[in-house]
């Protein structure tokens, strides 16, 4: 069984979707629900029918926090945050407990509640936790059911044998909810960079004009941090270069704070060619300012009876283009934001920089790329080009770190 203490912020900024299926087990639910939140993850519930008349949506939503989905044909549900909207937050649907009932409906495909439904628009992994009578479970149709899941990558957590409500005893017994809650960890946890060293810049640049005052961009971070959580995730030594933003660092994660273009780039050439460690895989998703002022005023500039006033201005270091300018260079992945020709800009860009994979992202979208919590992306190398459809940042960047890590292996 996990220990508590040390699975401590393991979900943080996952999306979870918890779906339950009538069963006793139902009742732990709840429990699995918060532990789930206790573990850092941002929990929202989808109950069946027969689920409701084990617990209440209500128990779920107050331990959630957030409305309970339960009708498909509800409207001011769907209005609120549509099924489709729902399934593209997640980041994992786990559902427990399963029943045979939804494990069948599963295997077939079905669509005809709110829970099937968010199964089969979800863009994420699937678990089921079953829980059933022990005859059930031993049924050739409900163990066919679950080789058609297995044979659609859906995970199986469980389950247990043990007494039953019914007073039989055997398999068919739902995990304990720590133990799910463990899964679950495990799930979102791959060990493909292990011994690597990533560095990953971030965020926005600052470049003063004055003592109050500087040029920047809308960049939040987001992006560049939860790469910096994926590639922690996947194992690596991971060190995010981050200008201003308000997040914190994630877990395991070194991070250095810079303002200014300049010296991002000394701290990424620090951390690249200067360390005792060499750096085996750079990613920029830093909003890097191309220019800044030419001169910093040492006192605050005065407002004048001029209406215009002339800012002149000197590009800044390409960060990375210098990194990648040496033939020993890290393997090299930049980000493209475009508002235009999305593709052949990033493409451009692949060429110019000397990048391995540009990962390019449409910013003219306001729901998308800078300072939103989604993002869409498409990760172009020399010989393919990869589109990873609308989802959230964090789930974003765990695909992006796969990608690299598969490309890493290919590579060398
Ligand atoms: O931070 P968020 O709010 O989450 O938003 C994420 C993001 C939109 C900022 C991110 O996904 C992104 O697209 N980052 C790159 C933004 C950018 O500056 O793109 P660009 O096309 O101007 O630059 C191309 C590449 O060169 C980028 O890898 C950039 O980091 C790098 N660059 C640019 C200029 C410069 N002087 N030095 C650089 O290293």
């Known amino acids: ?34 532990r789930l939140i206790d573990l850092g993850a941002d929990v929202r519930v989808a109950m069946t029918k027969a689920a409701q008349e084990f617990i209440t949506p209500l128990t779920l939503q107050a331990l959630s926090g957030k409305p309970v989905s339960t009708d498909l044909l509800n409207t001011e549900a769907e209005a609120a945050m549509g099924h489709i909207e729902l399934a593209r937050w997640a980041d994992l ?24 439904t968010l199964c089969l628009a979800r863009r994420c992994p699937l678990a089921i936790a079953p829980a059933m009578n022990q005859a059930m479970w031993h049924n050739s149709s409900t163990q066919d059911n679950l080789a058609t899941l297995q044979k659609h990558n859906i995970h199986q957590f469980g389950p247990d044998k043990g007494g039953q409500a019914c007073g039989d005893i055997g398999f068919g017994r739902m995990s304990e909810p720590n133990e799910l809650a463990q899964e679950v960890c495990q799930l979102f946890k791959t060990r493909t960079l292990e011994g690597k060293k990533v560095v990953i810049t971030a965020g926005p640049t600052r470049e003063a004009i004055d003592p109050v005052r ?19 995730e996947a194992g690596a030594r991971t060190i995010l270069i981050s200008g201003p933003t308000n997040l914190a660092t994630p877990e395991h994660v070194e991070c250095i704070s810079v303002v200014s273009a300049d010296e991002m780039l000394e701290a990424c050439m620090n951390q690249v060619y200067e360390s005792h460690t060499p750096c085996d895989i750079f990613i920029a998703s830093a909003a890097v300012a191309d220019y800044r002022p030419v001169d ?17 201005m000197i590009k800044n270091p390409d960060i990375v283009a210098s990194i990648a300018n040496r033939t020993d260079s890290p393997l090299m992945i930049g980000f493209a934001a475009e508002t235009q020709n999305v593709l052949e800009n990033a493409q451009s860009k692949l060429l110019k920089k000397q ?13 998308i790329g800078f300072n939103s919590d989604d ?19 964090v789930q974003i960047a765990a695909d992006i770190i796969d990608y690299v890590a598969t490309y890493l292996t290919k590579k060398y």
Request: aromatic share 4%; hydrophobic share 45%.
């Open 1 to 34: 069984m996990g220990n508590p203490c040390t699975m401590a912020g393991k979900l943080t900024n996952r999306r979870i979707l918890v779906g339950i299926s009538g069963g006793i087990a139902a009742y732990k639910s709840a429990e699995l629900v918060r």
């Open 93 to 116: 649907i786990v559902i427990a407990p399963a029943s045979a009932d939804i494990i069948s409906r599963l295997a077939k495909g079905a669509g005809d509640d709110i829970l099937t």
């Open 214 to 232: 500087y040029i920047s961009n809308y960049s939040s971070g987001k992006m560049g941090y939860a790469l910096a959580q994926a590639a922690a």
């Open 296 to 312: 910093i005023a040492q006192q605050k500039i005065k407002k004048t009876d001029q209406d215009t006033m002339m800012l002149k």
């Open 355 to 367: 990048l391995d994979l540009v990962v390019a992202n449409d910013v003219s979208k306001t729901n």
């Open 375 to 393: 993002n869409a992306v498409t990760i172009i190398t020399k010989d393919a080009v990869t589109e990873v459809p609308e989802k959230s940042k």
